[in-house]
T-cell receptor, first 115, second 114 residues
Framework: DVKVTQSSRYLVKRTGEKVFLECVQDMDHENMFWYRQDPGLGLRLIYFSYDVKMKEKGDIPEGYSVSREKKERFSLILESASTNQTSMYLC??????????????FGPGTRLTVL | AQTVTQSQPEMSVQEAETVTLSCTYDTSESDYYLFWYKQPPSRQMILVIRQEAYKQQNATENRFSVNFQKAAKSFSLKISDSQLGDAAMYFCASATGANSKLTFGKGITLSVRP
């Protein structure tokens, strides 16, 4: 059974803290993604990575950074958490198959609250 | 740039009935893919159905089927014989063939009445 896991289901942090959200997949996928999900806004892409040590900005990268040192792990970093970063964060991964768009597999999400 | 629009925030269906969820999209690409994802209350998002734009035949997965109208840029999801387990948020999404990056709509919450 394929798995994408996220380090925490719920997280509470204070404004100004540095926050790390971890995502691990066991499917040997090349592609990994970080989204945030907010009511009425759907899912918005923060960052994605096509390979180890490779990253590309998504639609809303401001205030975030990422790290991918190993193929199976993709970390989202909030350098200085702010209240407007309170959200549900979803990690996903997919295989890089040429010619066919593979589905993305999602983790359970991390509900982050910044006080 | 791609956009995906789901204009209905909520829908309700009686158990065993059929419901159709609407989605429109816009893209300048000729090669693209369309998806419906389901997010149950437990929050793990799963793929429901996928459609390649170059295929004229509508995709079907058991009780789930799509009505893909390429000229109208419409991609609706039909759920037949609705079950209580179908209650979830459903997201329509698109992606170009160039990469795996998905663009999501805002989602629709489907409730199923017993």
């Amino acid at each position: 059974d394929v798995k994408v896991t996220q380090s925490s289901r719920y997280l509470v942090k204070r404004t100004g803290e540095k926050v790390f959200l971890e995502c691990v997949q066991d499917m040997d996928h090349e592609n990994m993604f970080w989204y945030r999900q907010d009511p009425g806004l759907g899912l918005r892409l923060i960052y994605f990575s096509y390979d180890v040590k490779m990253k590309e900005k998504g639609d809303i990268p401001e205030g975030y950074s990422v790290s991918r040192e190993k193929k199976e792990r993709f970390s989202l970093i909030l350098e200085s958490a702010s209240t407007n970063q309170t959200s549900m964060y979803l990690c996903a991964s997919s295989s890089k198959t040429s010619g066919i768009m593979d589905e993305q597999f999602f983790g359970p999400g991390t509900r982050l609250t910044v006080l | 740039a791609q956009t995906v629009t789901q204009s209905q925030p909520e829908m309700s269906v009686q158990e065993a009935e059929t419901v159709t969820l609407s989605c429109t999209y816009d893209t300048s690409e000729s090669d693209y893919y369309l998806f419906w994802y389901k997010q149950p209350p437990s929050r793990q998002m799963i793929l429901v159905i996928r459609q390649e734009a170059y295929k004229q035949q509508n995709a079907t997965e058991n009780r789930f089927s799509v009505n893909f109208q390429k000229a109208a840029k419409s991609f609706s999801l039909k759920i037949s014989d609705s079950q209580l387990g179908d209650a979830a948020m459903y997201f329509c999404a698109s992606a170009t063939g160039a990469n795996s990056k998905l663009t999501f709509g805002k989602g629709i919450t489907l409730s199923v009445r017993p």
